[in-house]
């Protein structure tokens, strides 16, 4: 499997997350489901952070690797910063992040309209 299989299917599996993300929130007793969640999330990114490396051939050291599972948020952005340079860094920053908003809401929005079939 190619390294742009693997970021693809980082990407759909980072939707399911989203979407299971809207029935979590609504349950009284969450927590189990939310740390779940955030571990799939900082597996399947750093999945998709592996793969960008291989296809670049850019070498990312075992810290880096847990900085990506601790705290995503600021790790991407500085792999994306170093990798690409400042100027494709920031373009590429701005593409992951809408592409993670998009993720999110359309996940929350399939996940409210699949609670309320249910519920229904």
């Given at each position: 499997?190619t390294?742009?299989?693997?970021k ?8 399911l ?12 007793d969450?927590s ?5 969640e955030?571990?799939l ?15 670049r ?9 847990v900085?990506v599972i ?7 952005p500085?792999?994306?910063?170093r990798?690409r340079?400042w ?13 993670f908003?998009?993720i999110?809401?359309s996940?929350g ?6 609670k309320?079939?249910?519920s229904?």
């Open positions: 499997m390294p742009t299989h693997i693809r299917i980082a990407l759909a599996f980072l939707f997350v989203a979407v299971n993300s809207a029935f979590v929130d609504g349950e009284k969450a189990g489901g939310m740390l779940i955030g571990v999330f900082s597996l399947i990114t750093l999945m998709w952070l592996n793969a960008d490396a291989r296809q051939q850019v070498t990312v050291t075992r810290g880096f690797k900085g601790l705290i995503s948020g600021v790790f991407i500085v792999y994306l910063l990798t340079g100027r494709s860094g920031a373009q590429r920053l701005g593409v992951f992040l809408v592409h908003i998009g999110s809401l996940g929005i399939i996940g409210a309209v699949l309320h079939v249910e229904a």
